[in-house]
DNA sequence: TTTTAGCACTCTCGCCTTGAGAGTGCTAAT
DNA sequence: ATTAGCACTCTCAAGGCGAGAGTGCTAAAA
């Protein structure tokens, strides 16, 4: 299905106008709005070649014409080139970071902040993780009676806190001892590693282990731990979203943790650091996301510890600023995990 | 404005009527509803009553009539009578605390699940937090390079982690002797008295000092650490929010740190552990909250640690429910924090 | 004195019609 | 290959209309 020049040009255009208005385009709509030397006759030629090919469609018979989600495939693809943010929005972005300090929290939920202010739509941002979870330390400490915080330190540098209660109170002192023994043994070992020292130990420490593993073990999901969100209400603000239905169907994949999980596992595997997905319309397998698009970016280092972040809003979503920005703030959040663990 | 106690009776009729239906209620529907052994002319009387004493209105002439804002409260107060969940309910909802194991965070995200799945509506859910932080127990943890985490255990078993960057690489050994020397210092003291102490010590000793007695001021606020939040897109399936723009405002409280902090720190003060404080219509104070309605609950033990959690639904909610729940789920939690405070 | 039946009145809501406007596709001329 | 012209189609907003629901008032009944 290939495309002349000018029909790539009025593709493009009624995609942009259709974009900024939400309203149907018409031929000579187009022709005036943008100076176009040719006459709306001849735009509404292409227009039905471009009807024709199926990356444009009409409401009804007397309306404009609207994209087609192939049409914003091919947009996206073909047509949009390369975007940028301007310097100066870097710049502000870069410096919000660098005032954020060193707080991994912070971060996160600024990153989410930042991509849908910037997207106008709704963001969700995870924590970085590491592919394939080793321990690097282990701390236990006595809260208060029998309950002892277990805190493990990964290599990559995040941190995982567990609460776990004894049959009987211990002093500091022998847990102190306990975590020393124990993250000689296990420094630098995985989950399975872990669990076949398990036998060589008794009692106390064999509890620990365990639960090391256990926890190790969770993190292998790809939505282990917070996932931060920003911007929901944005998405009430998009026309196509004015009718409750649609904005409950919309935001229930960013409420529910099973769907969201489902759209990650399935999308994030295959998207590598520093690349970002554009899922539009669902893609024909998720229902839930029907009337929505997806922009998904991936930070981090690999195989060190990575992170997702995304955007959701209506398809008919300014994919340039977005993408953009996804690519932008991932490289910003690269960044943190590469200084993190910076020596 | 005092009531007889048939209008009161008609009254709570046409509350729970509206509560049920969303549709103004009449004279003659509510008559044969509800059985009544006087005629829709009596009824029509005590309407006009009503409304004239400002618990009623009617949305236009020929339309039944609609609780006002004063109707719900004078409802609230004075008709509803105590109400509590039914037994097998309060089963269900044990049961499923009881399954989440130990661990703090489940417990928050469990509780605003229930909330908001028992009311149909949105919750919130804080964590427990000191009101005034005393240090229990610091441990230093390098983790990589300069990094540092510390973390620090509350009395009131509530853990705070916070990163450091040191000038230079110091070894574990080093940060544990500095972590006990500190922990000695400081145990059982609030953010000014550890303050106080600084000017002893010197270096690391006193960065840290520093950061402890900041983490612990910021944990003054009474919106600190993770808001826990479901049940968003329950709002969305209310008629009232059938259009965006009221959707928007409503969820706009939940979603805006500052505003919720406002709301929370003007009323969680005033309320009582256990007890539950009831805001409708915004009670003229947040122009947010004008379309909805808010019962929130205070857990915890006093003096220790407490927490704040909430409903947020449309005015038109069903009160003896939610309130029923937060006051029960509040019971749960603060049971909860007493056991982690259990020897 | 309180309650009720009866009735005229008012207002909304859904339905229909109608006309304006927008946009298209086709045809014939350039 | 492009374009002017035109008939055609369809939506959308406005206006009209009747049904229905609910009220308030009045006069009779309890």
Redesign the pocket.
């Known amino acids: 299905m290939e495309l002349d020049d000018?029909q790539k040009l009025i593709l493009a255009l009624v995609i942009r106008d259709y974009i900024e208005t939400a309203?149907?385009?018409?031929?000579?709509?187009l022709v005036e709005a943008y100076d176009l030397?040719?006459?709306?006759?001849?735009?509404?030629?292409e227009?039905?070649a471009l009807?024709e090919a199926g990356y444009l469609r009409?409401?009804?018979?007397?309306?404009?014409?609207v994209p087609t989600e192939e049409g914003y495939r091919y947009f996206v693809r073909q047509l949009m080139g390369h975007t940028d943010l301007p310097q100066h929005t870097k710049r502000t972005i870069s410096h919000q970071f660098y005032q954020a300090g060193h707080d991994l929290d912070q971060w996160m939920r600024l990153a989410a902040s930042v991509l849908a202010h910037q997207s106008q739509a709704a963001s969700l941002v995870t924590a970085p993780h590491p592919e394939e979870a080793r321990l690097k330390h282990l701390e236990l400490i006595a809260t208060l009676g029998r309950q002892v915080l277990m805190v493990m330190v990964m290599t990559g540098g995040d941190v995982r806190q567990q609460m776990l209660v004894l049959a009987e109170p211990v002093t500091q002192e022998r847990l102190s001892g306990a975590a020393e023994t124990i993250t000689r043994l296990c420094q630098g070992l995985g989950a399975r590693a872990i669990l076949g020292l398990s036998p060589q130990l008794d009692g106390l420490d064999q509890d620990v282990i365990r639960l090391i593993a256990d926890e190790m073990d969770r993190s292998r999901a790809v939505l282990s731990g917070e996932v931060y969100r920003d911007g929901l209400t944005n998405v009430l603000a998009e026309p196509e979203f004015a009718e409750a239905g649609a904005a409950r169907r919309a935001l229930r994949v960013l409420e529910e943790r099973s769907i969201l999980e489902d759209l990650l596992s399935r999308t994030v595997l295959t998207t590598h650091v520093g690349g970002v997905q554009v899922l539009i319309g669902g893609e024909g397998t998720w229902e839930e996301l029907r009337e929505c698009s997806v922009v998904l970016g991936r930070y981090g280092v690999p195989g060190l510890a990575t992170g997702t972040i995304g955007v959701i809003g209506p398809i008919r979503m300014s994919y340039g600023r977005t993408i953009s920005t996804v690519r932008f703030v991932a490289g910003l959040l690269s960044d943190l995990v590469v200084e993190m663990n910076l020596e």
């Open positions: 000018r309203q149907p385009v018409g031929s000579k709509r030397d040719i006459s709306s006759a001849t735009v509404r030629n227009m039905s009807t009409q409401p009804h018979t007397s309306a404009g014409r």
